[in-house]
Every structure is written in structure tokens, then in C-alpha cells.
């Protein structure tokens, strides 16, 4: 079925189409014959489609490929799942592709914030990490209806997944033996979050069911933890409590991170953007640093290495514990403090670690950006030079950046960093400037 030309276009009409470029987040995107864009997943540009259409807005569509002829700029997609699973959507796209549109997105969405200035800031190339392949060192995985997997391209549905290609060494190991292990348990749905730990062949998964107490999920997952295999520690969520069986944390680059705490994914990429956020704190104003959104200490142990002061704020409370454990155990007390506390609200304790105030602040929030946070940071004293921004969504990041530009601040550096292959989701650090 098609559209006739002499009607708009509707839900369940089939068009075929030419895919044209990248979409950012994942899919791609083709332009419809009235000239609306097309969003679509499961195919590479280049390549020719028939699309039903699943959504039909104003400015945009959205298509299901239902028929795809391949055309000659694919990469290799060496997962069996890579249509249905929504975990990997740029996988036939090549890499060199795909860092170049995740470059232009990050440029676009910045050049706005740095308006006429856009002259003076120092654009650096995306930097890229290997592997592409078994790069990544911590998953969310859901279960639901007896199925174990990822979230579906475009859905919320579970596509059960016997192993993924993109996981790195022990979380296959890890993965498998989950599946074996708890899942004649799982009933109902709930999510996992396996966390790899490089420097052992084995790691910790966090199990939260999102119904209720279940006894036979719990004894095997202790069970689990208690046998020879990859699985060294657990932590159980019911009800609001945790539990933690065996070793429930992960030694990572020298920082220990809780099993539920947050940690970068691609180990190789994080020494990269560790080292680009040294760089960028070191070439600001000397003297201490504020550092927001720490989690477990990713950054904190680094420049308490390059010898800066830094007063570290996280909301998770395990991990702000971890990040302060780990100060006192490294002799760091009184260079490295530590606070549970939410970024948004710098309380007087806070900023009482901090006489004159801080030169630089680091911050390194979730998807929803920082906007609470960096209007604290505007309004803290003028000794603060620099703030140096780590963000996964260029999006909240040119929104929260362009509250800085408005009150006199500047963006003075970029760079995107390829920390998510396949994935169509980029990490950036960006430098801003106050002052002209
Ligand atoms: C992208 S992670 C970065 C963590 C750390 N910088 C790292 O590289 O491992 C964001 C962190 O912000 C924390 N977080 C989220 N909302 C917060 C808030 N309102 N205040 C403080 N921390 C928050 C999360 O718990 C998480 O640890």
C-alpha cells in the first residue's frame, strides 16, 4: 500500500525511501516525498527502504522498514540482534560515518551557544576509543515475561537476548551465568545492572525487581554469588532496602565503585576523558576545585594525583560514602572531601570546605543536565575562572551552557568524545570561560 499523491500522508501508508543521513540517539533519518523528515531504525544511508509509517507529526515522521535493499556504505553487523534490540541502532553504520555525524551534532548544537564568538573556541576533533567491539564494561538489562535483553528499537518491550556483542570481558561470562542462574526466577519484570571489573574475571551484578519480595530470586542470586563463577558480588533492592552477597563493589582505573553506583562504560575512553578533564582543569586558575556529580571518585582521585584540593558533591549516597572511604584510606582527608548531597543546593557546609571560594568547577551530570547546578555556580564568587563541563547529551549541555554565556561567560573549548559505538549517543567536555 501507498500513499496517493493527491492525499497527505497517514499511519500504516508504505513509501519508499532513501536514507539519507544519521539520526543522533540512534536510527537514521530519510525525507518523505513532501519533504518532511523521516525517522527510521534498522537501516544505513545509502540504503533504499519501504517504510510504514508508525507516526505521522506536523514536522516529521516515523517509519518501520518493512523491505531494505542495502546499498553499498554498510559496515559489518556482527550482531544477530542488531534490528530488534534497541542497544546498538548505528551498528550498519560505518564507524568513520558515525563519528562524523556525532561530531557535526556536537558542533551544531554548540556553535549556537558560542554565537559570534564562535571564532575562539577551540574546536578539538572527536576523539574515538577501542575498541568499537566488547567495549563496554557495565549494562542495564531488563527482564520481563521470561525474556532477559535490552529495551527494543523504539519500545519499551524486552527482546530477549542470549548474548551481546558489544559487552566486554568478564560480562559475557557474567551474562551468561545470570541468565542460567536466576532466570527461572525471574517472574514479572525488573532490571540488572552487570558492572565488569577489569583487573578480575569476574563482577557484581544489582538485581531490582520491580514487584514485590520474591524468596527464590534472592537465595539464587546468593547462591550465585557464593559459587566459583564471574558473579563476586550482588546487591538486592526490594521494597526501598538493599542487601549486598559477597564483594558488591568493582575496582576501576584504582577507584572502587559500589555495584549500583554509576561508572563510565568504555574504560579506554574514560583514561582519554580523564586526561582531557586534567588538561582542561590545570590549564584554568590554580586552587581548589568544586567538583559536582562525582560519583564514586572517577575524577576526584585523579586530580587529587595532579595535587588540587577538590571538594567532591554526589547524591548517591554509596558512592559518595566509597569516594570518602577511599579519600581517608589514601591518607587524602584534607585534600579530597566528600558530601552526599544533591549539585543543585551548595549548602554553607559545602562551601565551608572551600574558603575564597573554588578557581575551577567539574561537573559531570546525567542526561538531564545541570541546569540547578550550574545557576549555583553562577552565583558563587569571582574567583571561580573556569567550570569544565563532562555531559552525555549535547543537548542539556547547550541548555545549561547558554545560562553561563548569559551571564557573561564564555565557551572557550569543545571536544566530543567517541565513548558509545554503535550507539548514536556521544560524550563532550566543554570548557567555559568567564569573562571575554
Ligand atoms: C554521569 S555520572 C558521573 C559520575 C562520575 N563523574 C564518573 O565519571 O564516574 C552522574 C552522577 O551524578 C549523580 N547525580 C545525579 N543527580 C545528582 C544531583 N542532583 N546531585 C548530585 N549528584 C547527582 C549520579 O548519581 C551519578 O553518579
Excluded at 501508508?13 to 536510527?27: C, Q, S
Excluded at 542488531?82 to 555525524?101: E, H, K, N, T
Excluded at 571518585?297 to 554509596?318: P, Q
Excluded at 570546605?353 to 551530570?365: E, F, N, Q, Y
Aim: charged share 20%; hydrophobic share 45%.
Amino acid at each position: 500500500m501507498s500513499a496517493p499523491d493527491d492525499r497527505p500522508l497517514a499511519v500504516g501508508d508504505r513509501i519508499e525511501l532513501r536514507i539519507d543521513r544519521p539520526a543522533f540517539g540512534g536510527g537514521v533519518i530519510a525525507r518523505a516525498p513532501d519533504g518532511r523528515v523521516v525517522f527510521l531504525r534498522g537501516a544505513a544511508p545509502g540504503d533504499t527502504v519501504d517504510a510504514e509509517l508508525v507516526e505521522v507529526r506536523k514536522r516529521f515522521l516515523r517509519g518501520r522498514v518493512v523491505r531494505l535493499t542495502p546499498g553499498d556504505g554498510r559496515a559489518t553487523v556482527f550482531c544477530p540482534y542488531a534490528s530488534s534490540c534497541g542497544g546498538c541502532p548505528w551498528m550498519p553504520i560505518p564507524l568513520a560515518d558515525q563519528r562524523a555525524a556525532l561530531e557535526a551534532h556536537v558542533r551544531r548544537d554548540l556553535q549556537r551557544l558560542a554565537g559570534d564568538g564562535a571564532g575562539a573556541v577551540d574546536w578539538a576533533p572527536i576523539a574515538i576509543a577501542e575498541p568499537a567491539r566488547g567495549w563496554r564494561s557495565t549494562a542495564r538489562l531488563h527482564w520481563h515475561a521470561g525474556r532477559i535483553g535490552y529495551r527494543a528499537a523504539g519500545g519499551q518491550a524486552v527482546v530477549d537476548v542470549q548474548a551481546c556483542a558489544v559487552l566486554r570481558p568478564p560480562l559475557p561470562a557474567l551474562f551468561a551465568a545470570i541468565r542460567e542462574a536466576l532466570g527461572p526466577h525471574l517472574s514479572g519484570r525488573g532490571t540488572l545492572r552487570i558492572t565488569a571489573d577489569p583487573a578480575s574475571p569476574s563482577g557484581t551484578v544489582e538485581v531490582r525487581p520491580a514487584e514485590g519480595e520474591q524468596a527464590g530470586l534472592r537465595d539464587a542470586l546468593r547462591a550465585l554469588v557464593e559459587g566459583d563463577g564471574p558473579c563476586h558480588g550482588a546487591v538486592w533492592f526490594t521494597g526501598g532496602r538493599s542487601e549486598s552477597f559477597g564483594r558488591p563493589h568493582n575496582r576501576l582505573d584504582g577507584v572502587l565503585h559500589p555495584a549500583g553506583a554509576f561508572v563510565q562504560a568504555h574504560r579506554a575512553g574514560n583514561r582519554l576523558l580523564t586526561a582531557a578533564v586534567l588538561d582542561a582543569v590545570a590549564a584554568g586558575p590554580a586552587g581548589p576545585v568544586l567538583e559536582l556529580f562525582a560519583g564514586s571518585g572517577n575524577f576526584t582521585f585523579a586530580l587529587a594525583a595532579a595535587g588540587r584540593t577538590v571538594t567532591a558533591v554526589e547524591i548517591d549516597a554509596d558512592a559518595a560514602r566509597a569516594l570518602e572511604n577511599a579519600a581517608r584510606r589514601r591518607g587524602l582527608g584534607d585534600q579530597v572531601r566528600a558530601f552526599a548531597s544533591d549539585a543543585g543546593r551548595l549548602t554553607p557546609t559545602i562551601l565551608s570546605t572551600l574558603p575564597g571560594g573554588p578557581s575551577v568547577a567539574l561537573i559531570d551530570p546525567p542526561r538531564t543536565g545541570a541546569r540547578r547546578a550550574v545557576g549555583a555556580l553562577a552565583g558563587l564568587g569571582p574567583r571561580l575562572r573556569r567550570v569544565v563541563y563532562v555531559s552525555c547529551n549535547p543537548a542539556t549541555l547547550a541548555r545549561d551552557g547558554r545560562l553561563l554565556v548569559e551571564r557573561g561567560w564564555r565557551l572557550a573549548a569543545a571536544r566530543p568524545f567517541d565513548l558509545f559505538p554503535h550507539t548514536g549517543h556521544v560524550e563532550v567536555l566543554a570548557v567555559f570561560d568567564r569573562g571575554a
